[in-house]
Structures are given as structure tokens and as C-alpha cells.
């Protein structure tokens, strides 16, 4: 019988070995892999409890009975052996373990009510109890198909068949099984669930196969939900994770491009001063009149040609503020004036200099807006000349 070959049948498993002896029942566990190697030496205790504290309640167990109170017997294989082997009693008191070749059996029994107690012990935990055993039957399963077994037992098989069976003595700390030196607890463990393979050969434990059947199924059970329950919650915690540190990054491009943004801001608002300003400044040029086709640089030149002698011109103002210049305000020229300021030796010169500059075809009007003697010999002026085009 194979017992554990699916991806969610156990990896490893607590053996139980309750060890019955006159002076006092013997608890003992130990964790083996799945391929019956021990993962730490044999522990006592003196309850499940205090087993089950150790081991915890998620494990898969497995109780072997043995000592004074189980009796190994090898018979023919036969419809009624069990009635055999059981002379005062009802069979149905007994757990039994065998293993047969198909004409001879190996066959291991013990009371029920030796082991009732352990039994619901672990079922009162709650624990994945798979099944139970006794005697020298898992020993032998640990020999293969050809091999041999020294110890309280002398066991020979050979391609499946039993050769020989024989009570040698006590139990001893130590057995052969295949020229190996083991503990008898370490042989069983490993064949409960070692690199065994029982081939042709029939084995059955003490408990029914559909009871052995069931526990396996409700572990399975367990451990799938635990894998992918665990699966689950790690697969959610990762998504998580993951949507923490991506919401983070989504946050710092926010603030960055918040602050780009904020930047923006102060640059369009930067330029729309700039706009404003070259607003301002196209307006004045073009107010100024120093983009338009009307000649003013010859009326200038003109001008300045026609100064008599006697006259002294100080300041010529080209198109003149049509009023004080505020803060933000639009500036205004008056683009068909020119203010004239300067000395005179007397008025005489200057009528005649005005006189001059209205011969001027381009010239409108000539206003005197100041005369004020200065000297008997000299004056200043002030001359507002609009031009006609």
C-alpha cells in the first residue's frame, strides 16, 4: 500500500510510539521526512498534550503501539486467521497490522482498549491522526523487497516472498535491517514512510481502509487550505505592497508636476507682464511717429538750417508729451509738434526767424508760448511749431 505520493500528502510526519509496559505506558514521538529519515532524536513526554504543544496541532501524526501487550505471529494466509490468532476473546477487541506475500502473513494485534485512551486524546485535539499501527509489521515493510531484519524479530524476505520469521529475544536499543544499524523506532518510522515500495505485497494497519481513507482526505483538505489560504493572503498582501509603493510614486509625480506646474504659472505670469510691457512700448513707437512715411528728419534738418546767426538754439523737443507721464498709463504724444527753446538778441530776429520757418510748406502754425528778456542784449524763447502734414 503507497501511502503518500500526491503533491499534498504529507511532507513529513510526528510517529507516535506508545510503548506498553508493565511498570508504566511510554509516550515517545519523532519527526521523519517523507522519506523516513528522522529530523531529531526520540523525545519522551508524558502526555499528548505536552507532545502536541511540541509538535503543534497542524502536523500530520501517526501512532505505532508496541510492547508487552502487542504479540507478532506469522500464519497462513487464511479467511478465519484472525479467529486463529485470537483463542479467548472477540476479534473485534483487537486492532491488527499485517503484511502477506499472498501465502504467508505477518501479522501484528493488540486490545483496543490499550490504546482507546491516546486515541481519543488526539481526537479530542483535533490533530490529523492518519493511522495506527502495530508491532513488527512497519519494520518489516522498511526491508523491501529482498532483505533482512535483526532484533527482537529475525525477518528474511527475498523478491517478496517471507522466507523466515523468528522471536529471537527482548527488544534491543539498537537492529540490523539490511546491514544497517538503527534504532526500532527509526526502521518503523521509515516504514511508515520511507523509501519503501511494498510492491506485490498486502499490507493493512489497524485501522479499516476507509478510515485510514478518510483521515488522509481531511488532511489533504487541511493543508490545501492552508496552502492556498496562505497563497491567498500573500498574493493580497503583495497587492498591496505593490499598490502602496506605486501610489507613492503616483503621489511624487503629482507634487512634481504640481510644482512644474506652479513654476508655469509664474512664467506665464511673467509673460504676459512682458506682453504688456511690449505692448506698451509698440504703442509708443507707434505713437512716437518714428515708423511713419512723414519726413521728419528733413523737417528737422530744415529747421536747424534756418537758425539765424544772432539766434541760439538750446532745445529742440520732437513730439512732446500730451501730458505728465503716470504709471501705467498709455503713453501720449502729440506727433504734429515741435517745441523749440533757445536765446535771442532780440525780438527783431526772432520775427524774422518765425517769419522764415512759415514760408515752410509743412509748417501750420507758429505759437510763441514764452519771451522773457534776459539782458538788455539777449532773451529766451519758447516756439510750439505744429506741422501741416
Not at 509538535?55 to 505505532?64: P, Q, R
Not at 479467548?88 to 483487537?94: M, P, T, V
Not at 486492532?95 to 481526537?123: L, Q
Not at 520757418?357 to 516756439?383: C, G, H, P
Request: net charge negative; hydrophobic share 40%.
Amino acid at each position: 500500500m503507497k501511502l503518500f505520493s500526491s503533491l499534498w500528502n504529507p511532507s513529513k510526519m510526528v510517529v507516535v510510539f506508545l510503548q506498553l509496559r508493565k511498570e508504566g505506558n511510554l509516550l515517545t514521538a519523532c519527526q521523519y521526512k517523507k522519506d523516513g529519515t528522522a529530523m531529531q532524536s526520540l523525545e519522551t513526554f508524558e502526555s499528548v498534550q505536552a507532545l502536541l504543544k511540541k509538535f503543534g496541532n497542524s502536523k500530520a501524526y501517526w501512532l505505532h503501539v508496541e510492547g508487552s501487550g502487542v504479540l507478532s505471529r506469522l500464519v497462513d494466509r487464511a479467511s478465519g486467521y484472525k479467529d486463529d490468532l485470537i483463542i479467548n476473546g472477540d476479534k473485534d477487541d483487537f486492532y491488527f497490522s499485517s503484511i502477506t506475500d499472498g501465502e504467508k502473513s505477518i501479522v501484528s494485534f493488540v486490545r483496543k482498549n490499550t490504546v482507546s485512551a491516546i486515541e481519543e486524546a488526539f481526537k479530542v485535539a483535533k490533530v490529523h491522526l492518519l493511522g495506527l499501527s502495530c508491532g513488527i509489521v512497519p519494520s518489516v515493510m522498511a526491508v523491501g523487497a529482498s532483505g533482512f531484519l535483526k532484533g527482537e524479530f529475525e525477518v528474511e524476505l527475498r523478491n517478496e516472498k517471507i522466507l523466515r520469521f523468528e522471536r529471537k529475544e527482548q527488544a534491543k536499543e539498537q537492529v540490523i535491517c539490511n546491514d544497517r544499524y538503527m534504532s526500532p523506532q527509526d526502521v518503523t518510522g521509515e516504514g511508515i514512510l520511507g523509501s519503501f515500495n511494498a510492491g506485490n505485497m498486502v499490507v493493512d494497519f489497524c485501522w479499516t481502509n476507509e478510515l485510514v481513507k478518510t483521515a488522509k482526505e481531511e488532511y489533504v483538505q487541511h493543508k490545501r487550505f492552508n496552502v492556498i489560504g496562505v497563497g491567498s493572503i500573500f498574493c493580497v498582501f503583495l497587492i498591496v505592497l505593490v499598490n502602496y509603493f506605486y501610489i507613492n510614486q503616483l503621489n511624487q509625480e503629482v507634487a512634481e508636476l504640481e510644482e512644474e506646474l506652479s513654476l508655469s504659472n509664474n512664467n506665464l505670469s511673467l509673460l504676459g507682464q512682458l506682453e504688456q510691457e511690449r505692448t506698451r512700448k509698440e504703442q509708443l513707437v507707434e505713437t512716437s511717429g518714428f515708423t511713419g512715411n512723414n519726413f521728419i528728419s528733413y523737417y528737422l534738418d530744415k529747421i536747424g538750417q534756418s537758425v539765424p546767426n544772432s539766434i541760439t538754439l538750446t532745445t529742440m523737443d520732437v513730439f512732446p508729451l500730451v501730458e505728465k507721464l503716470k504709471e501705467k498709463q498709455k503713453v501720449s504724444v502729440d506727433t504734429k509738434k515741435v517745441q523749440l527753446s533757445g536765446l535771442t538778441a532780440s525780438s527783431v530776429v526772432l520775427d524774422d526767424w518765425i517769419e522764415k520757418m512759415n514760408r515752410f510748406s509743412w509748417v501750420k502754425t507758429i505759437e510763441v508760448v514764452n519771451y522773457s528778456k534776459i539782458s538788455d542784449a539777449q532773451a529766451e524763447f519758447d516756439l510750439l511749431l505744429t506741422l501741416s502734414k
